[in-house]
């Protein structure tokens, strides 16, 4: 991905390059933060990887990132669906089955518990999420920005249609392959017989429509995030290592406001030092016990 531009497109967006740097003092104490929890009219969560990796989705990076012999990072580029259509709709096959085979986690059901629960006592939580997996949305979370895209929606790259797609397989020629084994060797199918527009007179080709390395962002989905991080007096950073930009300047563009932000991972990232809360470990045996109904709450 453009790192640096898009990083400077983020923080243009929010208008808090100067002070994403700012540090805080960051402590683990749930206590306080359950108190600051119970004040806020308008929370934002914002997810990474870590959150579906509890639910045994592998994450793009580190050990698991790869596929086959390959990176998956450089599997999800545009130059690589050029090249290799095949095998790249092959890994998004296999992710796909993988993915509806997933159940949410205890983080995810614990967010889209926490949203409704709010949302009737007349406030709000916001989920920015950097997954494409919807397991946020099966677990009932209905507020959320998708920053990557969504690998159950399919793009043409002939006429431009989007369209949601749950096929499984999506076509019949990917049926029973994806399989992530290094040994086991490309399939090459045919362009033709990979999946299809099914607009009237198109039948062009079908990706994923995600956001890959090397793509910009949707504009429309950045506004709509600079807008939640402007607005939020509690922001989350869950289940993300911050090191993929934009998102990475998300947290420390709220907290240069002067707004509480709590992360929740398994280890310190390179911006923990940016929030005033960090609690270590599993986000789906932290999350439920800091979302869950405050005493203050009436409903």
């Known amino acids: 991905m453009m790192v640096n531009q898009l990083m400077l497109r983020a923080a243009a967006h929010c208008g808090r390059l100067t002070a994403v740097n700012q540090l805080t003092r960051t402590h683990s104490d749930m206590a306080e933060f359950r108190e600051v929890f119970s004040k806020a009219r308008q929370i934002a969560v914002i997810t990474g990887a870590g959150v579906s990796a509890e639910s045994g989705v ?167 995030v600079e807008k939640e991080l402007e607005t939020c007096d509690l922001c989350l950073v869950v289940g993300t290592s911050s090191v993929v930009y934009p998102a990475a300047v998300f947290g420390p563009q709220v907290a240069s406001r002067g707004v509480p932000v709590a992360e929740f991972n398994t280890k310190r990232t390179p911006n923990t030092a940016r929030f005033r809360f960090h609690f270590p470990g599993r986000c789906s045996e932290t999350l439920p016990a800091a979302l869950a109904r405050h005493e203050s709450e009436l409903i």
């Not at 397989?169 to 527009?197: A, F, Q, T």
Request: aromatic share 6%; hydrophobic share 30%.
């Open 58 to 224: 592998p994450t793009i990076r580190g050990a698991e990132g790869h596929w086959r012999t390959w990176k998956t990072q450089d599997l999800a580029t545009p130059q690589s669906f050029c090249r290799h259509t095949s095998r790249v709709w092959e890994f998004y096959h296999y992710r796909r089955e993988l993915c509806l085979q997933a159940e949410p986690s205890a983080a995810h059901r614990a967010i889209a518990e926490c949203e409704e629960r709010l949302r009737r006592q007349g406030r709000s939580l916001v989920l920015i999420t950097q997954n494409i997996d919807q397991l946020h949305q099966r677990a009932g979370s209905k507020h959320v920005l998708e920053v990557h895209g969504n690998q159950y929606q399919t793009r043409c790259v002939s006429c431009g249609h989007v369209e949601v797609n749950h096929k499984s397989p999506i076509c019949p020629s990917l049926e029973g392959k994806g399989s992530p084994d290094p040994d086991v060797p490309d399939v090459l199918i045919p362009v033709k017989d990979l999946p299809r527009c099914e607009q009237k007179g198109c039948d062009g080709l079908l990706r994923p429509h995600v956001i890959w390395f090397g793509e910009t962002l949707d504009s429309h989905i950045l506004t709509a």
